[in-house]
């Protein structure tokens, strides 16, 4: 399949500079990073269903992650710093 982008030039130098730092065509690149999008999404779906079904607000959700952050660093770090 082949897709025509209209890109703004900042995007498009920004674009190229990454993909010459990887050693790779600007369309190999692209390519990777759909794939990437589209590997991330089919890996998130599962989670994003278990959130919406949960009933859980964002406030809940971020309050939720940070006890379960600050947990692991009291165990890691029992002392209270690195």
Excluded: I
């Excluded at 589209?38 to 779906?45: C, F, Q, R």
């Excluded at 989670?47 to 607000?57: G, I």
């Excluded at 939720?64 to 770090?77: D, G, I, N, P, S």
């Amino acid at each position: 399949m082949s897709v025509v982008l209209d890109l703004e030039p900042n995007v498009a130098a920004a674009l190229k500079s990454k993909a010459d730092a990887r050693g790779l065509a600007f369309d190999d690149y692209l390519e990777e990073v759909l794939r990437r999008e589209v590997a991330l999404d089919e890996l998130l779906a599962p989670v994003r269903k278990e959130f919406a079904e949960s009933n859980m607000s964002e406030e809940d959700l971020d309050e939720f992650f940070e006890k379960v952050r600050q947990t692991a660093f009291e165990e890691r770090y029992p002392n209270g710093r690195p």
